[in-house]
């Protein structure tokens, strides 16, 4: 069962996935209130992410 994230708080520490068929990415941090620090698994990048964008992407299965 997925648990639905509403807030930035609710996706720290989630692992998520670029749209429905992306690369699977990890919130690891929050930046500010617009944007969360990410690792995406497959590659190990680092990238600061739209916290609107991650909100919306399904968790990773």
Known sequence: MQTVARTVDDLIDTFRTFGEEGPVYQVVSKVNGQKVHVV????????DYLVERALKDPEAK
């Not at 995406?40 to 990238?47: D, N």
């Open 40 to 47: 995406v698994v497959q590659t190990g990048e680092e990238l």
